[in-house]
């Protein structure tokens, strides 16, 4: 079973950073598109930013700019880089795996982004 293990929340102010960072096991690492995505109260889950194994990237509007998703295929790893904070980032944000030959999904635990003064 696919294991993805988010770490990097917290709590920010407007126009901070902040880094997350998910480390994948159990998995083929180069078969995976991995993404970022992310779940505000009362809101449906959305995509932030995706990368595959070639490093092509897709973003978000909302986040293009000030976001940057990088995978390191050696140690399993993908990251977001998060710049410009807004108060409208803040959300439970999930890591995603998905298995490029069946589309399967895995998903991270999550981890809290709030963004406040």
């Known amino acids: 079973q696919v294991q993805l293990v988010e770490s990097g929340g917290g709590l920010v102010q407007p126009g901070g950073s902040l880094r997350l960072s998910c480390t994948a096991s159990?998995?083929?690492?180069?078969?995976?598109?991995m993404g970022w995505y992310r779940q505000a109260p009362g809101k449906q889950r959305e995509l932030v930013a995706t990368?595959?194994?070639?490093?092509?990237?897709n973003y978000a509007d909302s986040v293009k700019g000030r976001f940057t998703i990088s995978r390191d295929n050696t140690k399993n790893t993908v990251n977001l880089q998060m710049n410009s904070l807004k108060p409208e980032d803040t959300a439970v944000y999930y890591c995603?795996?998905?298995?490029?030959?069946?589309?399967?999904?895995?998903w991270g635990q999550g981890t809290q982004v709030t963004v406040s003064s």
């Open positions: 995603n795996a998905r298995e490029l030959l069946t589309r399967t999904d895995f």
């Open positions: 159990k998995i083929i690492f180069r078969m995976y598109i």
């Open positions: 990368i595959t194994s070639g490093v092509s990237t």
